[in-house]
């Protein structure tokens, strides 16, 4: 089989491509960076914001393979901050990546894939969850992420393509020390919320407490794609304390915020 794995040079991404090349399959890779380590996958260097530089690999992939069996979307990028007094570039650049990335890889790569070809979404447990002050603009992308996986999934059964949206709570990769910097930043910078940074920064350090290996996202993605009728949604190391507070009325969880971060 042949799958197209978008974030490849990240810790998820790298490690979906190893385990679909060692479960046999051939796989092609998109960065912003290529390793240059020896790997089992081609990597091409490439931006998921750069229609272009998408579209001009549709050709070297369409010659290399023939069709594609598969699209994986990990590529993304986490940010922390508060919704007003987030630079507006990015701001924009979050939805580019996050967002409209996906939008053009599969605009552009639909063509090349294979009848009852699959596209996986990786998005987060926060996706489907209301969203914890200043992760507003990282759960906004990624509640947007599921919403446009729903109106694709409901188009793409037509063309007989299933979305399949993978939900991962923490997992142990470069993502989190970049959160820890923009969480740094924050606190550092904010001149609204000084001390509600400094309260929120504790609450982050325990939900993301627990994490777990890529490799176990990477196991999820491969079954996923072999297994012969996937489910549309998966969910993987949930926190049980958002769990929990999104179980609650929106009123109550507005006033157990507000306590806890002033």
């Known amino acids: 089989m042949n799958y197209l794995v978008t974030g490849a040079n990240g810790g998820m991404g790298r490690a979906i491509c190893r385990a679909l090349t060692d479960a046999g399959h051939r796989v092609w890779?998109?960065?912003?960076?290529?390793s240059e380590e020896d790997i089992a996958w081609q990597c091409f260097r490439a931006d998921v914001t750069d229609m272009g530089?998408?579209?001009?690999m549709t050709e070297t992939i369409r010659q290399e393979a023939g069709q594609l069996d598969g699209i994986v979307h990990a590529a993304g990028v986490y940010d922390l901050d508060s919704l007003v007094e987030i630079p507006e570039e990015r701001f924009l650049r979050d939805f580019d990546v996050n967002l409209f990335g996906i939008y053009r890889v599969n605009r552009v790569f639909l063509p090349l894939l294979a009848p009852g070809g699959r596209?996986?979404?990786?998005?987060s447990e926060l996706g489907p969850l209301r969203p914890l002050p200043f992760t507003g603009i990282y759960a906004i992308t990624k509640g947007a992420v599921e919403k446009y996986a729903y109106s694709l999934r409901m188009e793409l059964q037509v063309l007989d393509h299933p979305v399949i949206v993978i939900r991962p709570g923490a997992v142990d990769t470069g993502m989190l020390p970049a959160s820890q910097q923009c969480l740094d930043r924050f606190c550092e910078e904010t001149k609204l919320y000084r001390v509600s940074a400094e309260r929120f920064r504790n609450i982050v350090g325990r939900v993301e407490a627990k994490r777990v290996p890529p490799e176990k996202v990477a196991e999820k993605v491969r079954k996923t794609l072999e297994t012969k009728k996937p489910r549309m949604t998966y969910s993987?190391?949930?926190?049980?304390?958002?769990?929990?507070f999104n179980l609650l009325p929106d009123r109550a969880q507005l006033k157990i915020i507000r306590k806890v971060i002033t």
Not at 119 to 123: L, R, T
Not at 236 to 244: D, G, H, I, Q, V
């Open 119 to 123: 596209i996986v979404m990786i998005s």
């Open 236 to 244: 993987l190391n949930r926190s049980p304390l958002l769990r929990l």
């Open 53 to 56: 530089a998408l579209e001009a």
């Open 29 to 34: 890779g998109i960065d912003r960076a290529v």
